[in-house]
């Protein structure tokens, strides 16, 4: 019976060197990162209808939508606010966004769109579901948005902290900031609209993220206690090249779920699935260059070696 082999991404032993070049690549990140919030201050986001407020409207055609510009040429008349018009599922669903004055007499404007819809399509349309979002309602969901992102990363800073020491937590909510407004900036590139599932987007690359660096975390920590004269910035080398399969099988497996959900999942999943492809490429180079680095500026040996006295003694 012939054996079985694991598969391997990457050869055993590696010896890359991850730290050679860290200034070039804490360079290139503060860049990035600076170019996302000078965007975010700027052109802002496209923020989508729950945090804007609006009409959202889901129409079942009797076929296929088809060229949009009908509708488009209907809707585009100056009687409604900003109009999105989208397709999904058969290409027998089209979803229309409507950010309107939130003056204006909702009820009325969802009518109008009715009549244009039904002289475009035909009687047989579907009106499936007709949201409407308020202004005030939006600006809380960007509070709650907010303030649940906050307190992500404050337990996630808290629980690096107790299960490491301190320095690891720095370089942990470090690597998460960037993660964060890298994926921000994404949104501003892209154009896609900013809304809970974004919000839901950022946070679980922030998970990812930062049970990536828990990996790394671990074993650096391992090596401290394994090879005590080991300078930090091999030290530091060695751990990432040993951990580096799993991060590369990892983050492979994860783009693969994330590339599947873009191309086969619809326009309304298409935002969310690009961010999460970006956000995984972007946490997994974070865990290696950003949060593992950082340690190297902090007294992450003589915290271990004071620790482990203290266990000593105990």
Request: proline share 3%; aromatic share 12%; no cysteine.
């Amino acid at each position: 019976m012939a054996s079985l082999f694991p598969l391997r991404f990457v050869p055993e032993n590696t010896t890359i060197q991850f730290m050679k070049y860290r200034w070039v690549w804490f360079s290139f990140s503060l860049m990035l990162t600076l170019g996302a919030l000078v965007l975010l201050f700027t052109r802002g986001l496209n923020l989508g209808i729950d945090f804007s407020g609006g009409i959202l409207m889901d129409v079942r055609t009797p076929a296929a939508v088809g060229d949009l510009s009908a509708i488009r040429g209907a809707m585009d008349n100056g009687q409604f606010g900003e109009v999105t018009l989208q397709t999904f599922g058969d290409s027998r669903e089209l979803l229309i966004r409507i950010t309107a004055d939130p003056k204006a007499d909702q009820a009325a404007i969802v009518e109008k769109v009715k009549g244009i819809v039904t002289d475009v399509y035909g009687s047989e349309v579907e009106f499936r579901q007709i949201e409407y979002v308020g202004p005030t309602v939006g600006q809380e969901l960007v509070r709650g948005g907010s303030i649940a992102t906050l307190l992500t990363f404050v337990a996630i800073a808290l629980y690096i902290w107790f299960r490491f020491e301190w320095q690891f937590g720095i370089g942990g909510i470090i690597a998460l900031v960037h993660d964060a407004i890298l994926t921000i900036g994404f949104y501003l590139v892209t154009g896609f609209d900013f809304s809970l599932t974004s919000v839901a987007a950022i946070m679980t690359i922030v998970g990812y993220s930062i049970n990536d660096s828990v990996v790394i975390y671990d074993r650096i920590r391992e090596n401290m206690r394994k090879f005590k004269k080991m300078p930090m910035d091999e030290l530091i080398n060695l751990s990432i090249n040993e951990t580096l399969s799993r991060t590369v099988m990892t983050a492979g497996t994860t783009l693969l779920a994330a590339a599947a959900l873009a191309v086969f999942g619809g326009e309304v999943l298409e935002g969310f699935s690009w961010a999460m492809f970006f956000g995984v490429v972007a946490g997994t180079y974070s865990s290696i260059y950003i949060s593992a680095p950082v340690l190297i500026f902090f007294p992450v040996r003589e915290a271990e070696d004071a620790a482990d006295s203290t266990s000593a003694r105990a």
